[in-house]
């Protein structure tokens, strides 16, 4: 192996050295822990710590890093001591993720380390969003993403890579290539020739390095660092590499060829750098010794702190409170409108008569003004306006800087939003349809909803959703999919029927920190009307409005149900109902719920999306637990049939819940 050390002083490669030595000794500690069942599960990075080591060297400390499974070389060279890591790989209570999250799946602000999800490629995306905060800020620094070989063959990897290049941010993106991806060897995962190639096909710079010599890794890698921030380019690093143990350790080697063990043991990055050392005269037999003995110290010495954890004690209540980061308390200049008298709030000097996509355009209009740190990104949102035309006017008003066209890559785009959030900005994403969150689903549900439990890290991002049919649009661009989010732990979700909640909602969605999916149905955009302050005002997330009060009925519901209820009640004014119009669907609000069970005792519970697995089986389930004595009939579901939407204008009507409302309000009202 040639090392080459430049101009580096004998304290940086002493330095690089030491970074070097310590996971590898703390891995071998580990594998005789893990054997006796004192660690779980354990990636082992042994033969590939150059790449990370070299790597999280040639950044700054405040530089984010997202790294993988087998890269325990970026938490120590980070300085994290190595008591609280080795409690987070116990599961203990005072690791970095409260006993909720494995090995290396967790992150830490303050160390500047984003947390990965099992799904790999989703780090890489999140690095876009950093980095693009930091072009924001005209801050001179990068965020830098790891994949494996294997990862590179996610759509993830394609989406990141292309959002990096077409927005020209400065992030680094290291790929090591140990040549296998579980037991999948890369030609089985790959045609080309070399990964470094695939930069070119996105217009960006590539290079394939030695990953074994930390010196290549780590002067390259400064140098690149240097670039993206001079060019403000992204740029991809193929590290040649090899894991010289399994997967994981239960997962064995067998499908690996034994000849290439022998072959890579000569490539030991630390045994042939420590001869290098030694060679050069940087190091000696003494200082070696001095330098094991003194990290072998280190390493017991944190050891014994690691094991004095407290036993796990479950407290249900903190496990609850943890889904969700609270709002810093100085926030609430803004005023919290919660009618729960029946009718609307006055409308004050504002519009008497705005439709639903007035509405949300002012909320998304003074949201924009209020936080000079709020982000929008979505497909054809600048000049064009959007699908809708919500942002019509926008990227006029606030730059294209701030109201970003996408290219089409969902997933990376909710990646982004979430790695602006790291850096302290909100940001809006514009789902083009509803039907599209599909291909973001993974960084929705796994990475968003989840990351505040996993490492008390927020995500201050909102995803607008036009939902809904009524238009004649088929199948994947009229859905109703809000169950899907509201089933998920540590979302938000929102849904407004009319045009002063939808602005109401819309500002206090993007208020809160958290992540929220606020949905718009389309068919009320511009079919509906009604009063909207022209204050800049929330409505609180969490409370139902009660529409009109009644004696005969209760029908719950949101969305467009809200309307098909009011619409039936005029049509029938011998029959008394009463409206509730929920307008969160997570979390609910089980007070007001009940209260509309108290009010009739017959439930009705209408929803546009589909019966089975839809919201309103949930409700009719807590009513049954929590209200049985004040039913005096069952709970009666009336929703969308179980197919998927049909464009033709009669089938879909067919399909829709309204058109057996009128049969489940009779059986409700002969019952
Ligand atoms: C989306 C997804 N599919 C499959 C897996 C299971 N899995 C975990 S690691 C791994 C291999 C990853 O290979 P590579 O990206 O080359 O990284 P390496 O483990 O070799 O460092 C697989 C298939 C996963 N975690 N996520």
Not at 165 to 173: E, K, T
Request: charged fraction near 20%; glycine fraction near 8%.
């Amino acid at each position: 192996m040639q090392f080459n050390r430049k101009n580096f002083t004998n304290e940086t490669l002493l330095d690089l050295y030491k970074n070097l030595l310590l996971p590898r000794m703390i891995e071998e500690k580990m594998l005789l822990l893990l054997r006796q069942g004192k660690i779980s599960k354990w990636f082992s990075g042994i033969g590939q710590e150059a790449i990370a080591v070299g790597a999280t060297m040639a950044l700054q400390p405040d530089e984010w890093i997202m790294p993988l499974h087998r890269n325990l070389g970026v938490f120590t060279s980070r300085n994290m001591p190595l008591n609280k890591l080795f409690k987070q790989w116990q599961g203990s209570k005072d690791g970095y993720s409260k006993g909720r999250e494995r090995s290396f799946h967790f992150g830490n602000a303050a160390h500047h380390i984003c947390g990965m999800i099992s799904h790999l490629g989703p780090q890489l995306a999140i690095a876009d969003g950093v980095a693009l905060a930091h072009k924001l800020k005209e801050e001179e620094k990068v965020s830098l993403a790891f994949t494996g070989d294997g990862g590179t063959s996610e759509g993830d990897f394609h989406e990141a890579l292309n959002v990096a290049a077409v927005w020209d941010l400065p992030v680094i993106f290291v790929i090591e290539n140990n040549g296998y991806g579980l037991s999948t060897p890369v030609s089985e995962q790959f045609r080309c020739f070399s990964l470094a190639d695939k930069a070119r096909g996105y217009g960006m710079e590539g290079i394939r390095i030695d990953g074994n010599n930390i010196l290549e890794v780590y002067d390259t890698i400064k140098g690149i660092r240097e670039y993206c921030i001079e060019n403000q380019k992204p740029y991809l690093i193929e590290c040649m590499t090899f894991r010289m143990r399994g997967h994981e350790e239960a997962s064995g080697t067998k499908y690996v060829p034994p000849h290439l063990f022998d072959l890579w043991e000569q490539k030991d990055p630390i045994k042939n750098y420590e001869s290098y050392l030694l060679e050069q005269g940087v190091l000696d037999d003494e200082s070696l010794t001095a330098i094991r003995n003194e990290l072998k110290e280190y390493i017991e010495a944190e050891l014994k702190t690691g094991y004095a954890s407290p036993v796990m004690v479950a407290d249900t209540r903190e496990e609850l409170a943890d889904l969700y980061v609270q709002p810093a308390p100085d926030k609430k200049a803004v005023q919290i409108i919660n009618n729960a008298t029946p009718g609307f709030v006055s409308a004050g000097p504002g519009k008497e008569a705005a439709r639903f996509i007035d509405g949300i355009k002012d909320g998304l209009y003074q949201s924009m003004q209020q936080h000079p740190n709020l982000v929008l990104m979505g497909q054809d949102i600048a000049e064009y306006g959007g699908a809708f035309k919500i942002t019509e006017g926008f990227s006029a008003a606030f730059g294209k800087e701030r109201v970003r066209n996408t290219p089409i890559c969902e997933s990376a785009i909710v990646g982004a939003a979430l790695g602006l959030s790291l850096e302290g900005y909100k940001a809006m994403m514009e789902m083009q349809f509803a039907d599209f969150a599909t291909v973001g689903f993974n960084q929705i549900i796994n990475n968003l909803a989840k990351l505040h439990y996993r490492w008390g890290q927020n995500a201050d991002v909102v995803i607008r959703m036009p939902t809904g049919g009524g238009v004649g649009a088929g199948p994947f661009h009229s859905q109703s999919n809000e169950a899907w989010f509201a089933h998920t732990p540590g979302l938000k979700v929102v849904y407004p029927s009319t045009p002063m909640d939808a602005k109401g909602l819309l500002i206090a969605a993007i208020n809160d920190p958290n992540p929220v999916l606020y949905f718009e149905h389309k068919a009320l955009y511009r079919s509906i009307s009604g009063p909207v302050p022209d204050a800049y005002y929330e409505i609180e997330i969490g409370k139902a409005r009660l529409v009109q009060d009644g004696d005969d009925i209760s029908i719950i519901t949101y969305g467009a149900g809200v309307h098909w209820a009011m619409d039936f009640a005029k049509n029938h004014p011998d029959i008394s109902l009463y409206i509730l119009d929920l307008r969160t669907l997570l979390p609910l609000d089980y007070a007001a719920i009940r209260q509309a069970v108290q009010a009739t005792g017959k439930v009705l519970l209408l929803h546009e999306d589909t019966l089975t697995g839809g919201i309103g089986g949930e409700i009719a389930a807590w009513i049954a637990e929590n209200c049985f004595e004040l039913l005096d009939a069952p709970v009666i579901r009336c929703a969308s049939l179980d197919t998927p939407i049909p464009f033709n204008i009669e089938l879909e009507k067919n399909f829709m819940a309204y058109s057996r409302l009128g049969e489940a309000v009779d059986k409700l009202m002969n019952y």
